[in-house]
T-cell receptor, first 114, second 112 residues
Framework: NAGVTQTPKFQVLKTGQSMTLQCAQDMNHNSMYWYRQDPGMGLRLIYYSASEGTTDKGEVPNGYNVSRLNKREFSLRLESAAPSQTSVYFC?????????????FGDGTRLSIL | RKEVEQDPGPFNVPEGATVAFNCTYSNSASQSFFWYRQDCRKEPKLLMSVYSSGNEDGRFTAQLNRASQYISLLIRDSKLSDSATYLCVVRPFSGGYNKLIFGAGTRLAVHP
């Protein structure tokens, strides 16, 4: 009963390094999302994938890329990490369907850029 | 103006108290509304959806006022375990992908 699984849970990077955050869901959901959460701010959408094969920018996409590898997996890549990208990153998924479908979240990746 | 605004708190209340949070949203065409709960350093989890007629789930009651564009959450008989941050979440439009707008959260601390 895993739900949404994110790896790694913690990571420290140096400025300019690259890395990929992994996310997988086992609920057969069509849509997947990447958010970042910073102190005093709501979750902000980075990128989303409404369905397999599609990806679109959210509110704060600069400095990130994504890949919807298959229906289960949606990865987030930082090509050249910057201190401003220090944050907690959450992946989420939801089914298509009625408008009141909630999103289900992974337990987050805490990323620090030095 | 933020799309979803909440009082950040913290609300410090004794066990057994009744506490209410409000949230305002800017898009009058918003379609769906939720309250999520987030424990410290954990992921957000759905607490309840908010329906137009208002709805209740145990000690929790959610209300929606479309005319004034606000949502409320009432917690009765507060428990220590209710201590968390409560996120007001709005879906601004129907159809397409499930875009959600999150408030920054209201922190609740319940003490003995």
């Amino acid at each position: 009963n895993a739900g949404v699984t994110q790896t790694p849970k913690f990571q420290v990077l140096k400025t300019g390094q690259s890395m990929t955050l992994q996310c997988a869901q086992d609920m057969n959901h069509n849509s997947m999302y990447w958010y970042r959460q910073d102190p005093g701010m709501g979750l902000r959408l980075i990128y989303y994938s409404a369905s397999e094969g599609t990806t679109d920018k959210g509110e704060v996409p600069n400095g990130y890329n994504v890949s919807r590898l298959n229906k289960r997996e949606f990865s987030l890549r930082l090509e050249s990490a910057a201190p401003s990208q220090t944050s907690v990153y959450f992946c989420a998924s939801s089914p298509l369907g009625p408008d009141n479908q909630p999103q289900h979240f992974g337990d987050g990746t805490r990323l620090s850029i030095l | 103006r933020k799309e979803v605004e909440q009082d950040p708190g913290p609300f410090n209340v004794p066990e057994g108290a009744t506490v209410a949070f409000n949230c305002t949203y800017s898009n009058s065409a918003s379609q769906s509304f939720f309250w999520y709960r987030q424990d410290c350093r954990k992921e957000p989890k759905l607490l309840m959806s908010v329906y137009s007629s208002g709805n209740e789930d145990g000690r929790f009651t959610a209300q929606l006022n479309r005319a004034s564009q606000y949502i409320s959450l009432l917690i009765r008989d507060s428990k220590l375990s209710d201590s968390a941050t409560y996120l007001c979440v709005v879906r601004p439009f129907s159809g397409g992908y499930n875009k959600l707008i999150f408030g920054a959260g209201t922190r609740l601390a319940v003490h003995p």
